[in-house]
């Protein structure tokens, strides 16, 4: 029988790939990727203690962050389009020039 | 129920303000000044009513049929809420010139700011832990874009880069610890976390603290806290002047009003488990960033390394708290006001020159002889940087003075001695601006005092700064720097478990 | 049967996860994307909630996936331009190094809560339900978030027009 455990085990399988994927850290572009699969491992939580609790506040959570996961992936695009523009390469490392 | 409207007036008067600049902003033949204006107004009445507010509200939900207790009103909320809409008000008015001496500012840039602005504001209000993500999320993203404002600069795109990988990615731990606290104590109202914590004294909780442990982690990031702080520097000296004024003043105050809530109510029944992390933050913010600050060769380089060390003693104020100090509190807020108001000035003269001086990258050489120009702003920067350095008789002194009270009050002798051995480690980088100023002979002739309103705007600045630090006693019935200490504890007093 | 689709999603999830990450391709790891968003929609279809699933097809697949997949194509990123990922066992054991704390952590947080799912109510997580809650109770967040959408559309608009303007 699938328990809340099951679910959680698996947001927290999916946070950690997340993680992962921001520290490798040379593509822009899957860095945005990266942390979209974070938020996500966060809305599995969410939703699957909104249905242990049999409380609809956790799936309101999930609703909310997938707006908010939204705008920001709308600014952070927008932000990809204007560096490729003007560098033409999404390489982090060509990309940051200021040290630190 | 009018009560409440009237309580709820300034938020929607600067969402409406925002609004209303969006759709201005289409009308082409509009100058600049006349859109800074319009936003000036709009956050003027606000800050006039929530003047009026703090002399009367107590403590309040406002709307509770329709809000929940969600929208929380107290003077704590009010407080926070006149640094920003003063902190922005300065901001806007100072860089006026900054504005119009450059070619990529429009109209949207205000419609920006007046929505972080209502972010922040939001943020001081709410009880309620998604309602702060968001709130944080508004203030932010909002704040990326203003960052990487300048087109023609690199380094602009690069410093909104940074910062919204970073900031994104620190956003999340928030939301992840949100989850891991909503599944222990199955609500994420404030006041919730702390009875479910005094409830279930003896059951197992390492589910509840990891989650507070992931809120804090992005809280310290935001605040530019030690093992988090690297991005401070870069997105300070990239961002536009009136962008890195705004967020070293104001977004800052917003984080601690959340922050306060939180660790004043919530995090007291787990005290012991946290207190040691936050100390040993507290100490690696002072010294890294410490060393940041001397190895900084541009001012607002300098201002901003010089930001963290200024977090790390309201970090040892807070460990105060956790030891049982009675005023650490009020120490911190009354803090952010005295460092409010010095950066202020201190970010608003470069932003002042930037805007005189195309050319000028402002670093320590072209403050050479900085005095013999232009006397009376050189005389503002003095004041700024004692008071930065927490020199006797400016409000800065009695900032540190307060925090150390806290520190001393709990027995932490050492943590106090180490925070004024960083005080005085950070007199070598704050006098070495003054003795360029004063001490070298300048290349240009000596100008004259050029009056307007960013000019007076900075005078006055530097004269609160004296008087909150010795005009006390002089003038009676106005509130100096006792009257602010007082305002900050009744504000406290407010916060309800 | 629950159990046996739950393992599916949470493979396809994971994998998804995966391709993001580790792929050379900008266009594979859309690919990984949209296998994760749709996984994700199952998941939330496995625990009953049809409102978020719902939401999650049209704003995470609808929007965020074909959004991105779309910016992919237009600014046409060639191979060449592709940064190289170069994975040394450097790499790999630093990445490891602070992933395992954090992990372990988690997983420590979480084992201790073998707790079996209440039994779903009716009407549970249904677009009625939901939108009832939604207006009565958590009004609040729901209006602060409208006007992040519309702080972030100006925003986004703010960045790409001036492109535009730049070019002109």
Same mark, same amino acid.
């Given at each position: 029988m699938i328990e809340l455990s099951h679910y959680l085990v698996v947001s927290g399988i999916l946070f950690s790939i997340g993680v992962v994927g921001v520290l490798r850290r040379k593509n822009l572009l899957m860095l945005f990727f990266a942390t979209e699969i974070m938020l996500n491992a966060a809305n599995i939580a969410f939703a699957a203690v909104s249905s242990y609790y049999g409380d609809l506040s956790g799936q309101m959570f999930a609703f909310f962050i997938i707006a908010v996961a939204a705008s920001e992936v709308a600014v952070g695009l927008g932000l990809l389009i204007v560096l490729y523009k003007k560098q033409g390469t999404l390489d982090l490392d060509d990309l940051a020039v200021m040290k630190g | 129920m009018i009560w409440d409207l009237y309580l709820v007036m300034p938020l929607a008067l600067v969402f409406i303000g925002a609004l209303f600049l969006m759709l201005f902003s *289409? +009308?082409?033949? +509009?100058? *600049?000044t006349n859109y800074n204006l319009v936003t000036v107004a709009f956050l003027s009445v606000s800050l006039i009513i929530e003047l009026i507010i703090f002399q009367n509200v107590e403590h309040d939900y406002l709307f509770e049929t329709i809000f929940a207790k969600m929208f929380i009103v107290d003077k704590l909320s009010t407080l926070f809420n006149i640094l920003f809409l003063s902190g922005a008000i300065l901001t806007l008015l100072i860089n006026n010139n900054y504005f119009k001496s450059r070619d990529y500012y429009n109209g949207e840039f205000f419609a920006l700011l007046l929505f972080s602005i209502f972010g922040m504001m939001m943020l001081a209000h709410t009880n309620e832990l998604i309602t702060a993500f968001i709130s944080i999320e508004l203030a932010s993203i909002t704040l990326y874009v203003l960052v990487g404002y300048n087109h023609h600069s690199p380094k602009s795109s690069e410093a909104m880069l940074k910062y919204i990988i970073l900031g994104s990615l620190a956003g999340v731990f928030f939301i992840l610890g949100v989850a891991l606290v909503y599944g222990v104590v199955g609500s994420t109202y404030l006041g919730d976390i702390y009875s479910y914590l005094i409830h279930h004294q003896n059951s197992d909780i390492s589910l509840l603290v990891v989650g507070m442990m992931f809120m804090m982690v992005t809280l310290l990031f935001k605040i530019g806290a030690a093992p988090f702080h690297s991005w401070v520097v870069d997105v300070y000296i990239g961002s536009p002047f009136p962008v890195t004024m705004f967020m070293a003043t104001t977004l800052k105050i917003a984080i601690f009003s959340i922050l306060l809530r939180l660790f004043l109510v919530d995090f007291a029944p787990i005290y012991p488990l946290i207190l040691e992390i936050i100390k040993v933050v507290a100490i690696a913010t002072l010294l890294l960033g410490s060393l940041l600050a001397i190895a900084q060769t541009q001012l607002k380089g300098m201002l901003a390394a010089s930001s963290i060390v200024h977090v790390g003693y309201m970090l040892m104020a807070l460990y105060a708290i956790g030891v049982g100090s009675s005023f650490a509190a009020s120490a911190i807020i009354f803090y952010l006001i005295s460092y409010f108001l010095s950066a202020l000035g201190a970010f608003g003269i470069l932003s002042f020159l930037a805007s005189d001086e195309e050319k000028r990258h402002l670093s320590f050489d072209d403050f050479k002889g900085f005095a013999h120009e232009r006397p009376y702003m050189a005389a503002a920067m003095t004041i700024f940087m004692l008071s930065l350095a927490g020199f006797p008789s400016t409000i800065g002194f009695l900032g540190k003075f307060y925090i150390f009270m806290s520190v001393v009050e709990t027995g932490e002798i050492l943590l106090a001695g180490l925070g004024i051995l960083i005080a005085f480690i950070s007199i070598y980088y704050y006098f070495k601006l003054i003795a360029l100023m004063y001490f070298y002979p300048s290349p240009n002739p000596k100008k004259r005092f050029p009056f307007a309103i960013s000019t007076l705007l900075i005078v006055g600045v530097a004269l609160m700064i004296v008087w909150g630090g010795i005009g006390t006693g002089l003038i009676p019935f106005v509130a100096g720097a006792d009257g602010l200490l007082t305002i900050a504890s009744e504000a406290l007093k407010t916060i309800g478990k | 049967m629950e159990s046996i689709i739950f393992f599916i999603l949470a493979f396809f999830l994971l994998s998804g996860a995966i391709m993001i990450v580790f792929s050379k391709e900008s266009l594979y790891s859309a690919i990984g994307f949209l296998m994760v968003m749709i996984a994700m929609a199952g998941m939330f279809a496995l625990l009953h909630h049809s409102f978020l699933f719902l939401a999650q097809i049209l704003v995470g697949v609808g929007a965020v996936v074909v959004l991105s997949i779309m910016i992919i194509l237009s600014i046409n990123l060639k191979e060449e331009n592709q940064p190289k990922q170069n994975i040394t066992r450097k790499n790999i054991l630093f990445t490891t190094l602070i992933i395992a704390p954090i992990a372990g952590l988690l997983l420590y947080a979480i084992a201790k809560a073998p707790f079996a799912f209440a039994p779903i109510a009716q009407h549970f997580g249904t677009i009625e339900t939901m939108g009832k809650v939604l207006f009565t109770h958590w009004v609040l967040p729901f209006e602060i978030v409208s006007i992040l959408l519309l702080g972030a559309m100006v925003g986004a608009i703010v960045l790409s027009r001036r492109r535009l303007h730049v070019e002109s």
């Open positions: - | *289409l +009308v082409k033949q +509009v100058e *600049l | -």
